[in-house]
């Protein structure tokens, strides 16, 4: 196809969306929670595994309500039925390496059936038989995350990384081409669930802070990791949201699906990781301004943002507005403050990051969207 129209599905964010997107933040929170308690390797890897198979099935909600009719009390019916299961999950995210792998597996189960019946039941056009050649991968994923959550251990961790490298293989080994995607309603969906992550990093600030006294420390550090997560927010919604969306719609409908996939469900996942990272960083700079950081500490902070700039580096790359050489360099930047906060104070790295990212984000973008040729 050729044309450029959208499909006719939904058009905006509905409220019931916003709801299902609270249970998801809560996730993020509990993920944040697991590598705040856990802030090494491991931890960041256990963490790494279960945001890759929550924000894979998230995405795969957001092209569902892109696509059926959410008037319908069915489809809200079911939609509510998927969100109890990711609420199970999400239950389960603080102990799923140790005695809760099961339940996060049993409530993955009912995400993916309760989607994959939604999408072939009430979705129009192709998707019906776009998501049955995508259910035997999606199904073959959640068996892997029950029977790892069942067994633990070693066990887990290999079931776990095969699953979640498969179930982001399959989609471009099938092909997704067939799935329309209405560009104003798919980017407005993943721009909130942006927004609201990077309110987990203020949320985190809050609890850092805890029953500390609000003394002149408290306040910088708060204020500065505050700046920190607004020039985030800068960096992805400085007006380009709106290019974002004149790109996809500028796209054939078939190359539109392939680049969803890789703008909004491979760079946004480094985009997410990148948040839940620098939220447990400025959780722990909290309380202590003054006072010079952990390796690990420090380096979740600085890594967390260098992932976040490179994600989006990657997500203007997909959609074609930019590559965003500032960003590049900026995520680069990023990386070299760790020493700042090892050897300096949590202040300093706090706020070099600050300028590090409003400074990566003052690279002029292309002036206007470089229009894709039809295949």
Same mark, same amino acid.
């Given at each position: 196809?050729?044309?450029?129209?959208?499909?006719? *599905?939904?058009?905006?964010? =509905? =409220?019931?969306?916003? +709801?299902?997107?609270?249970?998801?933040?809560? =996730?993020?929170?509990?993920?944040?929670?697991?590598?705040?308690?856990?802030?090494?390797?491991?931890?960041?890897?256990?963490?790494?595994?279960?945001?890759? +198979?929550?924000?894979?099935?998230?995405? *795969?909600?957001?092209?569902?309500?892109?696509?059926?009719?959410?008037?319908?009390?069915?489809?809200?019916?079911?939609?509510?039925?998927?969100?109890?299961?990711?609420?199970?999950?999400?239950?389960?995210?603080?102990?799923?390496?140790? &005695?809760?792998?099961?339940?996060?597996?049993?409530?993955?189960?009912?995400?993916?059936?309760?989607?994959?019946?939604?999408?072939?039941?009430?979705?129009?056009?192709?998707?019906?038989?776009?998501?049955?050649?995508?259910?035997?991968?999606?199904?073959?994923?959640?068996?892997?995350?029950?029977?790892?959550?069942?067994?633990?251990?070693?066990?887990?961790?290999?079931?776990?990384?095969?699953?979640?490298?498969?179930?982001?293989?399959?989609?471009?080994?099938?092909?997704?081409?067939?799935?329309?995607?209405?560009?104003?309603? +798919?980017?407005?969906?993943?721009?909130?669930?942006?927004?609201?992550?990077?309110?987990?990093?203020?949320?985190?600030?809050?609890?850092?802070?805890?029953?500390?006294?609000?003394?002149?420390?408290?306040?910088?550090?708060?204020?500065?990791?505050?700046?920190?997560?607004?020039?985030?927010?800068?960096?992805?919604?400085?007006?380009?949201?709106?290019?974002?969306?004149?790109?996809?719609?500028?796209?054939?409908?078939?190359?539109?699906?392939?680049?969803?996939?890789? @703008?909004? @469900?491979?760079?946004?996942?480094?985009? #997410?990781? &990148?948040?839940?990272?620098?939220?447990?960083?400025?959780?722990?700079?909290?309380?202590?301004?003054?006072?010079? $950081?952990?390796?690990?500490?420090? $380096?979740? $902070?600085?890594? &967390?943002?260098?992932?976040?700039?490179?994600?989006?580096?990657?997500?203007?790359?997909?959609?074609?507005?930019?590559?965003?050489? *500032?960003?590049?360099?900026?995520?680069?930047?990023?990386?070299?403050?760790?020493?700042? @906060? =090892?050897?300096?104070?949590?202040?300093?790295?706090?706020?070099? $990051?600050? #300028?590090?990212?409003?400074?990566?984000?003052?690279?002029?973008?292309?002036?206007?969207?470089?229009?894709?040729?039809?295949?």
């Amino acid at each position: 196809m050729t044309a450029t129209a959208a499909p006719a *599905g939904a058009q905006r964010v =509905t =409220t019931l969306e916003l +709801f299902f997107d609270l249970v998801f933040v809560f =996730t993020i929170t509990q993920l944040s929670a697991v590598l705040a308690h856990e802030l090494a390797w491991e931890g960041v890897g256990h963490v790494a595994l279960m945001l890759g +198979f929550i924000w894979f099935m998230y995405g *795969g909600y957001a092209w569902l309500t892109n696509a059926i009719e959410l008037r319908d009390p069915v489809n809200r019916g079911l939609l509510l039925a998927g969100m109890c299961g990711y609420f199970v999950i999400a239950l389960a995210v603080p102990r799923a390496f140790d &005695g809760s792998g099961l339940a996060f597996g049993v409530g993955y189960v009912v995400v993916v059936a309760v989607h994959t019946f939604l999408f072939s039941y009430s979705a129009p056009g192709l998707a019906p038989q776009a998501i049955l050649r995508l259910a035997p991968g999606n199904f073959g994923a959640a068996v892997v995350v029950l029977v790892g959550g069942a067994l633990g251990g070693s066990a887990q961790v290999v079931l776990w990384t095969a699953g979640v490298v498969a179930l982001w293989l399959i989609p471009k080994l099938v092909g997704n081409q067939d799935f329309e995607v209405a560009p104003a309603h +798919f980017v407005e969906r993943h721009g909130l669930v942006v927004i609201v992550a990077i309110g987990e990093s203020v949320v985190a600030i809050g609890i850092g802070a805890g029953r500390l006294a609000i003394d002149v420390e408290l306040v910088l550090i708060a204020v500065l990791g505050l700046l920190l997560s607004a020039a985030l927010w800068w960096t992805y919604f400085g007006g380009d949201d709106e290019r974002a969306e004149q790109a996809l719609a500028a796209m054939p409908t078939r190359r539109r699906a392939v680049a969803a996939l890789d @703008g909004y @469900g491979f760079a946004h996942l480094a985009l #997410l990781l &990148g948040i839940v990272c620098v939220a447990v960083g400025l959780k722990k700079a909290t309380g202590h301004a003054y006072d010079d $950081l952990g390796s690990g500490e420090a $380096l979740v $902070l600085a890594g &967390g943002t260098a992932l976040f700039l490179a994600g989006d580096v990657w997500f203007r790359h997909v959609l074609r507005i930019g590559t965003g050489p *500032g960003r590049a360099v900026g995520a680069l930047a990023a990386l070299a403050t760790v020493p700042l @906060g =090892t050897e300096v104070a949590a202040i300093v790295q706090v706020a070099a $990051l600050a #300028l590090v990212v409003l400074a990566a984000t003052t690279v002029p973008a292309p002036g206007r969207v470089r229009r894709v040729t039809p295949a």
